[in-house]
């Protein structure tokens, strides 16, 4: 198939509206890093998503899903094939406790939504810049709570472009991971049940953790938030503070003076140079400490061909 029928054959799928053509992802990400992806495809319904999977999968076209961009980088030379987000599907439905939304929604709206009904457990949630998608996949979390502790059920796409429903507990979340990249699901909506709270209280709560955040956190500067998993028996901000990282540079981007944990593109940086520095942090932090930092942020893409 050739690259006007494939357009022609999205278009098909999911009306002229829904899809681009060299879409640039840069503003698709928290860093605001990466090129261009082939073909930017924003479904409107389940069936376009499970259309839009069995055509790629039959047509061996390579298929990349993106949701809120808050957990990855986008190398400079952008992403081949069909890129998926599902941005135009984040409908938040509450019924007595039970909180259905659609993976495209964010977190953040999420939990605004359940304190408006006076319902508590997602406070967590209210600064974390993910879709619910992402949040399922990461097993999102902040200051004690995480996604496994209020999710009961999800609605995926297997690979086969077939729709499950599945249980949290078939989704094995744990720290910062769960079997939905192995699996290669794709998260169309998720429920949580929560409990009736008190407003005040909730909110409270939320105040407080943005505050938090607010202060310590360099939200002026595009990041993709904290770089690394937390080390068993230690903290990866601590470990890059101590030796001495804050304010190292590469190019436009810096380990933050305010949080060691982030990279903050300052100044326009490529995605060459914010990973050049995450390898650089890596290689210093074992150096130092003998520890092995792993990365919560995902890359992905390619690199500019040179
Ligand atoms: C300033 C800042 C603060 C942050 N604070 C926190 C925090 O406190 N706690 C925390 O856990 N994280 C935090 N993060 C990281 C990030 O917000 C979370 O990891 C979030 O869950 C990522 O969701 P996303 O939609 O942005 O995913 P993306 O970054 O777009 O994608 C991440 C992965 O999820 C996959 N994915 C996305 N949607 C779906 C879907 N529908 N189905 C299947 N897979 C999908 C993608 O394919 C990709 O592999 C922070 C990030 C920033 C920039």
Redo the contacts with the bound molecule.
């Keep these: 198939m050739n690259k006007d029928q494939l357009y022609d054959q999205l278009k098909m799928i999911v009306s002229k509206k829904n899809v681009i053509k060299d879409k640039p992802l840069k503003e698709y990400t928290?860093t605001r890093l990466g090129g261009e992806a082939d073909y930017f495809v924003t479904p409107e319904s389940y069936e376009q998503v499970q259309r839009i999977v069995k055509f790629s999968r039959e047509h061996q076209i390579p298929f990349?899903?993106?949701?809120?961009?808050?957990?990855?980088i986008i190398k400079d030379g952008g992403i081949r094939g069909i890129v998926m987000n599902?941005g135009k599907l984040k409908d938040i439905q509450i019924e007595e406790g039970r909180v259905t939304a659609q993976?495209g929604a964010r977190?953040i709206d999420v939990s605004r939504a359940a304190l408006d009904q006076h319902l508590t457990g997602l406070e967590f949630a209210c600064?974390?810049?993910?879709?619910?998608?992402?949040?399922?996949?990461?097993n999102?979390?902040?200051y004690g709570g995480?996604v496994e502790d209020v999710l009961t059920y999800a609605t995926?796409v297997t690979q086969e472009g077939e729709l499950k429903q599945l249980k949290a507990s078939d989704l094995d979340l744990s720290y910062?991971t769960s079997n939905?990249?192995d699996n290669g699901?794709?998260?169309?909506d998720a429920v949580f049940d929560l409990r009736s709270g008190v407003y005040e209280e909730i909110k409270a709560v939320m105040d407080d953790l943005t505050f938090k955040r607010e202060s310590k956190?360099p939200?002026e500067y595009p990041?993709?938030?904290?770089v690394f998993k937390r080390p068993p028996g230690y903290f990866a901000g601590k470990l890059i503070q101590d030796s001495n990282l804050q304010g190292a540079q590469i190019g436009g981007a810096q380990v933050s003076t305010k949080h060691a944990g982030f990279i903050v593109n300052i100044d326009g940086a490529t995605a060459d140079e914010y990973i050049a520095l995450i390898h650089y942090v890596q290689h210093k932090v074992k150096e130092n400490f003998g520890v092995d930092l792993e990365r919560?942020v995902?890359i992905?893409g390619e690199d500019l061909e040179k």
Aim: aromatic share 6%; hydrophobic share 45%.
């Design positions: 928290y990349t899903l993106l949701g809120n961009g808050s957990n990855l599902l993976a977190i600064g974390i810049p993910g879709s619910v998608g992402g949040a399922l996949f990461m999102a979390g902040a995480e995926v910062r939905i990249p699901y794709i998260v169309l956190q939200l990041s993709c938030g904290s919560e995902r992905i």
